[in-house]
């Protein structure tokens, strides 16, 4: 087993930034991607950015593309995103996912098999 902590989120004004951290633990030799997700009120989950462990590959949603930065610590077992020029439509709860299936689509959220609690984040305008 995988187990996923996600940092506080918080509240933050429009144009502003906020970085969120998922420490991971258990079974981490098995994890190959990780991932962000996020879900709004009323609406899907939807992908932000994923992380491959081995290529070191990077995706992002063209929503988030040029605001905000996945990355890892290994030495912490830790995955940040960094959220940058933050909008009003940014605020949902996020979630932090990984999988041992790195050849599956990173944008989906079938392809991860652990998952964090969820963390609010709220851009007010």
């Known amino acids: 087993q995988v187990q996923l902590v996600e940092s506080e989120g918080g509240l933050v004004q429009a144009g502003g930034s906020l970085r969120l951290s998922c420490a991971v633990s258990?079974?981490?030799?098995?994890?190959?991607?990780m991932a962000w997700f996020r879900q709004a009120p009323g609406k899907e989950r939807e992908f932000v950015a994923a992380?491959?462990?081995?290529?070191?590959?990077?995706y992002y949603a063209d929503s988030v593309k040029g605001r905000f930065t996945i990355s890892r610590d290994n030495a912490k077992n830790t995955m940040y995103l960094q959220m940058n020029t933050l909008k009003p439509e940014d605020t949902a709860v996020y979630y932090c996912?990984?999988?041992?299936?790195?050849?599956?689509?990173?944008?989906?959220?079938?392809?991860?098999?652990?998952w964090g609690q969820g963390t609010q984040v709220t851009v007010s305008s």
């Open positions: 996912a990984a999988t041992p299936w790195s050849y599956r689509p990173m944008g989906s959220a079938q392809s991860y098999l652990y």
């Open positions: 992380l491959k462990w081995t290529s070191d590959s990077r």
């Open positions: 258990g079974r981490t030799f098995s994890v190959t991607a």
